[in-house]
């Protein structure tokens, strides 16, 4: 029985072994694959090696060999190629993920490649670092949202901003919205829930790292002709670039209404110091270009500059620009 066992999965464990050990620049000779499948207990000859590597190329698991004291085999063809796994880590490491979900998706991705391309891929990488969020649940709720977008059903959730102490803020009244969702997007390094309720006109956005205890509603959507031809693109292109330019520490003074915007800038773990109940201040290296100026304009008065008096300066020469020029 047990060899039987070993036969039924000999196939598995042998393509397993290819896929993670071996490319075109690592190849396996018969005797170190016999070892290699002899370490999990399987048994096999030469010959019967060959066969089974024959039967894996009969139904397209292709094996490449090639001969010089001995045969040598590899895989090439996987489901991605390097290339392209490294561009799905850029985007997983510069999304705003926590930290154990951006691990556990990279590792899942550096699974689809051999061992050697993965070791190269890891030393070769740079990873930046984002702000990051701490809703441990986000992938989960994407799920929920999709699978209802799906379904044609609504979804209900409870929606929360952060105070100063990073303390969840409920809206609502903590109770739950109810809405028909059109779409997940993610933009500018945040997702987005796309929806509309039945009770006011138009598209609603909802960041999904904001909500809790996400679930889809037995009711269907609420049918909105004017929504049916929806266009995410042309959607997104109404709906703030990251700033470029010299990074220095800035100093920034704001009220409260400008909380979820520092946080979402500079991410949860930053330092804010409370002035009085409306007012805060924050230090954070910013890089300093016309967008971030823009920004703090298009506050209209709920922030200032504070320091450096360079910037303040720099600052100050922009707005007078703008003023002469209307």
Request: with cysteine.
């Amino acid at each position: 029985m047990a060899h039987a066992t070993e036969q039924k999965i000999k196939l598995l464990v042998l393509y397993d072994l290819l896929c993670r050990l071996t490319d075109e620049n690592h190849a396996l000779n018969t005797d170190e694959i016999i070892a290699l499948l002899a370490e999990k207990k399987i048994a096999v000859s030469r010959k019967i090696l060959l066969q089974d590597i024959a039967l894996l190329n009969q139904y397209g698991y292709e094996v490449l060999t090639y001969k010089k004291k001995y045969h040598y085999y590899y895989v090439v063809n996987r489901h991605f190629d390097s290339a392209e796994i490294a561009l799905l880590s850029d985007a997983v490491q510069a999304s705003k993920l926590s930290a154990s979900h951006k691990q556990t998706l990279t590792n899942k991705l550096m699974t689809t490649m051999g061992n050697f391309q993965a070791t190269d891929l890891t030393a070769a990488a740079h990873f930046g670092t984002m702000p990051q969020r701490n809703n441990r649940y986000i992938i989960y709720t994407i799920d929920t949202l999709k699978q209802a977008i799906v379904n044609n059903k609504q979804v209900s959730f409870k929606y929360y901003s952060l105070d100063y102490q990073k303390n969840r803020l409920f809206r609502n009244d903590g109770k739950k919205y109810i809405v028909n969702p059109l779409v997940v997007v993610w933009n500018k390094d945040n997702y987005y829930l796309i929806c509309y309720d039945d009770k006011h006109k138009g598209t609603a956005n909802y960041r999904i790292d904001r909500m809790t205890d996400a679930q889809e509603e037995p009711t269907n959507r609420t049918y909105r002709k004017e929504l049916a031809a929806f266009d995410i693109e042309k959607y997104r292109q109404k709906v703030f670039s990251m700033f470029g330019g010299d990074e220095q520490e800035i100093e920034l003074q704001f009220n409260a209404t400008m909380l979820d915007d520092i946080f979402d800038k500079f991410g949860e773990e930053i330092h804010i110091v409370k002035v009085d109940d409306d007012t805060f201040r924050v230090k954070a290296p910013i890089q300093i270009s016309k967008t971030f100026f823009a920004w703090v304009v298009g506050t209209q008065g709920k922030m200032r500059i504070l320091s450096p008096q360079s910037v303040c300066e720099q600052f100050h020469a922009f707005v007078k620009k703008i003023k002469e020029a209307y």
